[in-house]
């Protein structure tokens, strides 16, 4: 069974704090993906990556930086938390190719940054 | 860019009454579509999909298809039950976004006894 595991189901830190996300696949996929999801906007996507080492800034990267040094782990790092930063964080994956291949999600991160 | 649009909700529907929910989409090239669902307190899961103009995905007595001419991929099951209450997002896949899903704002749906 496909699985994609997040390193906390709940989080909550202070602002300025560095905050990282932990994302791991067992599937051997290139692709990896890290979401947002707020109560009315849906899902938006922050970063992905094509494959080790290599990075694209999705439609929200500002305030996060991600790591892939391994295939099957991808991490989004807060460098300084801010309030407007709580949120639902989902990470996925998915295997290289066309566009019909889907995405296997985690169960999210909760992160709260009072 | 790519785009997706969605009937918002709240929907709230009698057990066996029949849904719709509205997508439509706008994006260059040949996307991908997709619905995925939320269950209260988890992550996202495929629900169903379609990779071409008239396909019809379908799955759990969910149906939705593929219509290049309307730009649409409305969701459609004939007799919901309470167990499919539960976030449903709308999303498309291409190439012009390194495959990364362009998803919809989502529609809660409600399903009482």
């Known amino acids: 069974d496909v699985k994609v595991t997040q390193s906390s189901r709940y989080l909550v830190k202070r602002t300025g704090e560095k905050v990282f996300l932990e994302c791991v696949q067992d599937m051997d996929h290139e692709n990896m993906f890290w979401y947002r999801q707020d109560p009315g906007l849906g899902l938006r996507l922050i970063y992905f990556s094509y494959d080790v080492k290599m990075k694209e800034k999705g439609d929200i990267p500002e305030g996060y930086s991600v790591s892939r040094e391994k295939k099957e782990r991808f991490s989004l790092i807060l460098e300084s938390a801010s309030t407007n930063q709580t949120s639902m964080y989902l990470c996925a994956s998915r295997a290289a190719g066309a566009s019909g291949y889907e995405q296997f999600f985690g169960p999210g991160t909760r992160l709260t940054v009072l | ?113």
């Open chain 2, 1 to 113: 860019g790519d785009s997706v649009t969605q009937m918002e909700g709240p929907v709230t529907l009698s057990e066996e009454a029949c849904l719709t929910i509205n997508c439509t989409y706008t994006a260059t090239g040949y996307p991908s579509l997709f619905w995925y669902v939320q269950y209260p307190g988890e992550g996202l899961q495929l629900l169903l999909k379609a990779t071409k103009a008239d396909d019809k995905g379908s799955n759990k007595g969910f149906e939705a298809t593929y219509r290049k001419e309307t730009t649409s991929f409305h969701l459609e099951k004939g007799s919901v039950q309470v167990s499919d209450s539960a976030v449903y997002f709308c999303a498309l896949a291409s190439s012009n976004s390194g495959y990364a899903l362009n998803f919809g704002k989502g529609t809660s749906l409600l399903v009482t006894p």
